[in-house]
T-cell receptor, first 116, second 118 residues
């Protein structure tokens, strides 16, 4: 079985400050990891993914995430937050094993609030 | 190019009625997924199509839920004898053939259909 935990329901940060949104995962094998963002009344938008290789993954809108196998984490980061980054963020995992099914398992989401 | 589209955007129905939710994937995407997102939660997988066939329907909660993709493009999620607990946002996603060189392709999501069962 695969699962994702996003321990923070909400993260508050001031504009211009760095932000971190936490994610930990559990899979029986090795993971594919994803971050998606959801704006009000809009669908989930893909931000970035970890497949293999470098543990630091860069994605859209200046976001990046660091894969840490020993801590089973994939925290989302941005050096300087913008008010427009305020949205709901979802971490997702899929076991790399071919027999694991093709679905993504999502965390419960973290609301990011960036204040001017 | 055009993204994933879903119709209707909102659907209100009475308990016990039948509903159909439609998904138009991105052109050329062979894989199609349905997820359900309840208020305050992340999306939960329902079913995955590769082409016309349901490759994995392990997420369908019970036999009231059924989905088809007869021509390998548009998909319809069908819910019989709706219950109030079915109220949620139903999300559709599509992707290119999921694996390429061992890499898993990302899924692109539609805006969802908000289903309310009264």
């Amino acid at each position: 079985a695969q699962s994702v935990a996003q321990p923070e329901d909400q993260v508050n940060v001031a504009e211009g400050n760095p932000l971190t949104v936490k994610c930990t995962y559990s899979v029986s094998g090795n993971p594919y990891l994803f971050w998606y963002v959801q704006y009000p009344n809009r669908g989930l938008q893909f931000l970035l993914k970890y497949i293999t290789g470098d543990n630091l993954v860069k994605g859209s809108y200046g976001f990046e995430a660091e894969f840490n196998k020993s801590q089973t984490s994939f925290h989302l980061k941005k050096p300087s937050a913008l008010v427009s980054d305020s949205a709901l963020y979802f971490c997702a995992v899929r076991d790399r094993a071919r027999n694991a099914g093709n679905m993504l398992t999502f965390g419960g989401g973290t609301r990011l609030m960036v204040k001017p | 190019g055009a993204g994933v589209s879903q119709t209707p955007s909102n659907k209100v129905t009475e308990k016990g009625k039948y509903v159909e939710l439609r998904c138009d994937p991105i052109s050329g995407h062979t894989a199609l997924y349905w997820y359900r997102q309840s208020l305050g939660q992340g999306p939960e997988f329902l079913i995955y199509f590769q082409g016309t066939g349901a490759a994995d329907d392990s997420g369908l909660p019970n036999d009231r839920f059924f989905a088809v993709r007869p021509e390998g493009s548009v998909s319809t999620l069908k819910i019989q004898r709706t219950e109030r607990g079915d109220s949620a946002v139903y999300l559709c996603a599509s992707s290119l053939t999921p694996y390429r060189g061992g890499e898993l392709r990302e899924q692109y999501f539609g805006p969802g259909t908000r289903l309310t069962v009264t």
